[in-house]
Nanobody, 124 residues
Framework: QVQLVESGGGLVQAGGSLRLSCATS????????MAWFRQAPGKEREFVAR????????YYADSVKGRFTISRDNAKNTVYLQMNNLKPEDTAVYYC?????????????????WGQGTQVTVSS
């Protein structure tokens, strides 16, 4: 069993930055691909970014490409999401997720473990 705990959310003005962290339990962090999803009020949860096990392959939703960066530190069992040039439409609860599979996926049903989420609010 893997436990994921997000932190780093908050209120920021448009154009600002936040860095989310997701700390995981267990000694098998490097065996999981990791991803970030988000869910705005009244909307479905959507894919944001994914990073492979070694951290050398990443991909992003078009809406965040060039503004967000996903990274991981396997020694610290932590995955990060650096968010720059934030926009009001980025307002959502952000979730990290772990995938035991090897095929890249944007489908939330692929992911085996989820955190509780952290709120990000961007004011205009």
């Amino acid at each position: 069993q893997v436990q994921l705990v997000e932190s780093g959310g908050g209120l920021v003005q448009a154009g600002g930055s936040l860095r989310l962290s997701c700390a995981t339990s267990g000694r098998t962090f490097s065996s999981y691909a990791m991803a970030w999803f988000r869910q705005a009020p009244g909307k479905e949860r959507e894919f944001v970014a994914r990073i492979n096990r070694s951290g050398d392959f990443t991909y992003y939703a078009d809406s965040v490409k060039g503004r967000f960066t996903i990274s991981r530190d396997n020694a610290k069992n932590t995955v990060y999401l650096q968010m720059n040039n934030l926009k009001p439409e980025d307002t959502a609860v952000y979730y990290c997720a772990a995938d035991t599979g090897r095929l890249p996926s944007r489908n939330l049903r692929t992911y085996d473990y989820w955190g509780q989420g952290t709120q990000v609010t961007v004011s205009s």
